[in-house]
Each structure stands twice: as C-alpha cells, then as structure tokens.
C-alpha cells in the first residue's frame, strides 16, 4: 500500500486514492489543525506538509482507526479522462472512446497512471481491517465517522471542484476497462461497500 494520512495526535486516518475527494479531505485536515478553512493556493496546504502522510503500516501496527474512501473504479477512469485530458489537455486522446480504447498507453503518462492505478494500491484488498468504509456519496458523512471514532468533534466537510459535463458512457465501454478495475470490484472497492458510517456499524454492502 502506499502512504495513508494519519493524525496521530486526534488517533484516526484516512485512505484515499486520487480522484476519491482528495481535495476535500486536505481541506477537511487543514481546517482541523488550523481551525479555518485555507485560503487559495496558501503555502503548507497539503497533506505531507502538516505532516500527515505517513506508511499504512505505521499507521496499522499502531493500532490507528483507519477509514477508508473509495468510488466506483469505472467512475475514477471518467473523471480522469475528464481532467487530465480534456481539462488539462496532457494527453491527445480523440475522445473518451478512444481514452478507453488504448487506456493502457495513455497510462504512459504519468498523472493518467497515477489517477487509475487501481485503490488496491492505496486502500490494500482487505476492507475489514478498517475502522469504517465510506463510498464517496458517503464523503460528506466523514466529519459524524471521525467524531464517533475519536470522541472529539470535526469540522464540515466542504466539496471541492466535481467535474461536470462528463462523457456519456458509450455502449462497450465498460467492457473495455475490465481489465482495470477487476482488482477493485473483487475486493469491494466499487463504490458501494459502506461499513461503520453510523453507531450500529450495519454494512450497506459486501
């Protein structure tokens, strides 16, 4: 797994891939350590610059609550699509059609590739190990989650930018990108598991 996001001091964690609401939740962190929200583009607005990103192991071995985000992985690929080549122009795909089609060279890329390496490789395949699963409709009920889990109260959850207009998904589409989300949809990474959203822990998924 790679680096998961940890407040020792408050005793919970998060693991989330990007394109999970990712932004929010630096802007969730910066606001519990500074008790505001963060003004654009403001110096030290990041995870590993409070200090929070840190091994999943650490954060397992010492017995941290963890939650874990996830969104159905088929919705990740869009949203990728979405803003790395139509927003931000870094990939000369033709069309969503075409994204799907060659996905495996436009992973060449490095930002595609690391916006659809499959959540396995932040949130491992085991679903269980964590203290509370959230899909990300669920985002909004993270503040409730961290309360229960620490005692201690959390700030609102503000969503940042969600990316409208998106392409529509063509007939065969989904077919094509099997190959890349498998990994997900076997563990439970599909953007429907839910366990521990509220006091009487009742899973809302597998």
């Given at each position: 797994m790679r680096d998961v996001?940890?407040?020792f001091k408050r005793g919970f964690g998060i693991a989330a891939s990007p394109k999970v609401g990712t932004l929010s939740i630096v802007d969730f962190f910066f606001e519990l350590h500074h008790g505001r929200k963060s003004?654009?583009?403001e110096p030290s607005h990041g995870l590993r610059e409070l200090g929070l990103a840190?091994?999943?192991s650490a954060a397992f071995d010492a017995d941290v609550p963890m939650i874990a985000i996830?969104?159905?992985?088929?919705e990740r690929i869009?949203?990728?699509?979405?803003?790395?080549?139509?927003?931000?122009?870094?990939a000369p795909a033709r069309s969503f059609r075409h994204f799907c089609e060659r996905l495996g060279y436009f992973r060449g890329y490095s930002s595609i590739a690391w916006h659809t390496d499959a959540q396995t490789h932040w949130l491992g395949a085991r679903p269980n190990r964590y203290a509370a699963v959230l899909s990300l409709d669920e985002l909004d009920?993270?503040?409730d989650v961290v309360a229960?889990?620490?005692?201690?109260?959390?700030?609102?959850?503000?969503r940042s930018h969600q990316m409208r207009d998106k392409p529509d998904w063509e007939p065969g589409l989904k077919e094509m990108l099997e190959p890349w989300v498998a990994d997900d949809l076997r563990v439970g990474w599909n953007g429907e598991t839910s366990i521990g959203r509220t006091s009487d822990n009742n899973p809302g998924g597998s």
């Open positions: 996001y940890v407040d003004f654009p583009g840190h091994p999943a996830h969104r159905d992985p088929y869009r949203s990728t699509y979405q803003h790395r080549v139509v927003r931000e122009r870094e009920t993270l503040p229960r889990l620490t005692g201690q109260a959390a700030p609102a959850m503000s």
